[in-house]
């Protein structure tokens, strides 16, 4: 009779409890009256440990109840096969110790709070994940690694004044079939070599090493929401600012979602043959908010703490997506230094594009580029130094862009130069300088000398910016176009109605020199040298692939644009005084021109001040749709740009003396 009750109380246990020995009271949970008081844990091992002989789970839920993890044969759907408590630990921390071999199986966790269960959850730090991220998977990750992983290495560069970025959507690239391109919407399709278009041009990675750009920009590339990774045979789009999982690649662009190992692998094939062909890679990454609110991994774990909140309680908003992270906060503080650092240490990863940095605090930003810094200096850090909405946390902590200067080896955005060029980005008709703006002349100086100090920059009269924000060069990015809004064409096409073609194709190259000869970071929205539309759509975040692919027959068509930005980007590279490193260089050898009229700007550079082949170097925009007059210094010169022409072996010579820049053109002339 004994027995039999011992064997009823065991079944009993087993059924309310899934393993006997996981069943336990609940600890107590700690006293905390605020976020203030919550645990900073100081290791490095949160998420999964992985050994074939050992699997340790940690989870940081300080406030937590109790907390569980669910184990299953499966990405999704079906029962769990072992639910198991974890056992609270140290500093906040949820702790599972198994001795044995979990690799393949899928989890997920549960917090309890208030007595009910939340929802199930991967962790924050979860690594590999199954189909649509919903469930982690234990994997070794040494198996994702391709042949030669270990010998990986970045290509060189020397300072950050000579990179040269391409901004481009991994889908974009590949998915229209005169891309030739064997993985449409793929990542192995941005480094399949040997594609080509009907015409013949190449494409793909072979376009990006003919162009010359030195790093490629993926706009969201972690795992995302939007996407149905379950169904990837019917096409769908999204940009990928809705992040889920922060450190695994998103599924919808592997061969295989469901494997949680598929994704990983390919992604770091990718990697390494980018670096193979001379081309750094940088993520694009979106730690001011997440896809979810209430329903995010963050706040199911630990409620609230990862998110700013208003006075009444309810998230913050300053991301214009539904909430606004906490960066200022310790642990995610942490985590997002810790991410980064992850993708640097296990993917390689050149550098990071930081979406809407202005909602990050200035602390946090400084500790995420010392950190990856100690690692490789020659990592590249950048973001959006604005921010979409009002924020509890006051301007003067933000990484704002008028906060640059308190930024130590982080890069903003320059709107000033953007829209200086090509016009007020939310207004579609309004023009910028090359399109016949007259009101711009002082921001395009500003955009010239990369936002830093210059003597000659009436800054009462820059569009955005009252004074430098740049304390040098490498802190400006300088661009006309990206993701966001039109492209440069399709703004043209709106705010020029009234142009032929030819004219806008005019201007349309002006902008490019003007990028591509100003100090500064050089950014370039890909498609931009095949003169990219989108058919009129600003913000085609979810438009079809209709919308956002590349038509690589646009190469052929538009040959003479491609060659002509190519051009421009051998110049800017074989040529150190349009990347100048110092802001008092820039000041000392840059020197502008007295010109008559608003829509002429000219300057000159004294380039063998810094070590230039090119001893002299004259530069004049004219953003008129006449042909303006600019006086060059007599002496032997050569003309290099004229009329939208280019020939960095010379169009013809010059004397000097008063000199016609053709509207809408560039002129530069040099001497050796």
Known sequence: MNLENTFRTLLLAILTCGVITSCQNDPPVPDYTSFDDYPVYTGTDLGLTYYPNQSTFKVWAPAAEALQIHFYEAGEGGEPIRTLQLDRADQGVWELKLQEDLVGLFYAFQAKYDG?????????????????????????????????WEDDERPPLNNFNEIIIYEMHVRDMTVHPSSGSGYPGEYFGLIESGTRSPQGETTGIDHYKELGITHVHLIPVFDHRSIDESNTKVAQYNWGYDPLNYNVPEGSYSSDPYDGLMRISEFKKMVKTFHENGIRVILDVVYNHTGQSEESVFNQLVPGYYYRQREDGSFSDASACGNETASERAMFRKYMIESMRYWVEEYHMDGFRVDLMGIHDIETMNAVAEELHSIDPTIFIYGEGWKAGDSPLPDEQLALKANTPQLEGVAAFSDDVRDAIKGHVFTADASGFISGNEEVKESIKFGIVAATEHPQVD???????????????????????????????????????????????????????????????????????????????????????????????????????????????????????????RTADIQKNLSFVDTEGELLVAYSLDGEAVGDSWKKIFVAFNGSDEVQSVTVPSGNWTKIIDAGEINLEGIAPSTGGSLPVGRNSALLLVQE
């Open 116 to 148: 009910e269960w939340k929802a199930e959850v991967t962790d924050p730090y979860v690594k590999a994940v199954g189909v649509n991220g919903l469930r982690g998977q234990v994997i070794d990750m040494h198996r994702t690694n391709p042949k030669g």
């Open 459 to 581: 800054y009462a009269n820059v569009n955005y910016s009252e004074a430098a924000w740049a304390p040098g060069p490498d802190q400006c990015m300088t661009y006309v176009s990206c993701h966001d809004n039109h492209t440069l064409w399709d703004r043209l096409t709106l705010s020029r109605p009234d142009a032929s073609e030819a004219e806008r194709i005019l201007m349309h190259k002006l902008a490019g020199t003007m990028v591509l000869t100003s100090q500064g970071i050089s950014f370039l929205h890909a498609g931009v040298d095949l003169l990219r539309t989108k058919n009129g759509v600003e913000n085609s975040f979810e438009s079809p692939d209709a919308i956002n692919q590349i038509d690589w027959n646009r190469k052929t068509q538009y040959k003479d644009v491609f060659e002509y930005y190519q051009s421009l980007i051998q110049l800017r590279k074989a040529h150190s005084a349009f990347r100048m490193t």
